[in-house]
């Protein structure tokens, strides 16, 4: 975990990597053996948990992000818990790079059961700032990555006859103004319209294709937020951050035997923040200040 200067700047963090691979968990031992699952920015707060969670549960893995430090720190501790790796650093933006990255997986393990497109990107800033440079790269990681990595896996399972799951990350698009994430916003919808539309084609073909919207949780991607943006964090009905395990434990829920009857689905994870809540990624603004 990383040193900061106060409690108040720790708890923003979240869990450590050894507090990850030894969290509890509702599943059972070796659930998941035999399987192999492929998580994209594997190295980031909610990826480690959802690679340690997969391991643990009897799993291969494979993780890609654009990191390679954090991906070898991933690769050791998985190491350490006996768990068969595959990382690679990479960009899901390079449709030929998701493609090598896909023929590495199968190369390695000769099958692939699950993928998590958990790779994600976006800054918060006022719509009248954001560049076509920054509108394109928030699409471009969301929702073209994404698109890269289930074509390509679908052409594999298809090609072969096989089965598999695809879990996409999104965030609650039906509830909460965006406002500072428009392009963020947008690429979510698209994630969430496109994950329906596939789960209905390939349903036929054994492939499940699901989506988990995502509340704030305690990982260091929340330092990209300013100060301002903290008192919406815990805006939801359990007044408080959550936890990484608790998305790691969705996606195995929903990849797991648990979920085979489940696809085009949108499982929201966000302490009940869709009922009861607001996101202000700049900030609440004056205007929207009620006063009692």
């Keep these: 975990m990383t040193t900061h200067d106060s409690p108040e700047e720790a708890r923003y963090v979240g869990q450590s990597d050894d507090e990850l691979m030894q969290a509890p ?72 790079q998701v493609a090598a990255l896909m023929d590495a997986a199968w190369a390695r393990f ?60 999104v965030i609650p698009v039906h509830r909460g103004p965006g406002v500072g994430i428009p392009h963020t916003m947008a690429s979510r919808a698209g994630q969430i319209a496109v994950s329906r539309s596939l789960a209905v084609e390939w349903a036929p073909h054994g492939i499940r294709v699901n989506c988990i919207a995502l509340g704030i949780f305690a990982s260091p991607g929340l330092d990209r937020y300013p100060p301002t943006a903290r008192p919406s964090f815990t805006a939801n009905p359990m007044r408080r951050l959550g936890d990484v395990h608790d998305v790691a434990e969705a996606c195995v829920y929903l990849s797991a035997p648990s979920g085979r009857f489940v696809t085009a689905e949108v499982l929201t994870v966000d302490g009940g923040g869709q009922a009861w809540g607001e996101f202000w990624p700049l900030g609440k603004p004056a205007h929207f200040r009620i006063e009692d």
């Design 25 to 96: 968990t509702v599943f059972r031992d070796g659930l998941l053996r035999g399987q192999v699952v492929l998580v994209s920015g594997g190295g980031g707060g909610i990826g480690r948990a959802i690679c340690y969670l997969f391991g643990r549960l009897g799993a291969s893995v494979v993780a890609c992000g654009r990191d390679e430090a954090k991906l070898a720190r991933l690769a050791a501790n998985l190491e350490r818990l006996g768990v068969p790796t595959l990382t690679r650093a990479m960009t899901i933006r390079d449709p030929v």
């Design 110 to 169: 000769g099958r692939l059961d699950v993928v998590i497109n958990n790779a994600g990107g976006q800054y918060a800033a006022p719509a009248l700032d954001i560049t076509p440079k920054g509108w394109h790269a928030v699409i471009e990681t969301n929702l073209y990555g994404t698109w890269y990595m289930m074509q390509e896996a679908g052409r594999r399972w298809i090609a072969r006859g096989e089965h598999g799951s695809i879990v996409n990350m």
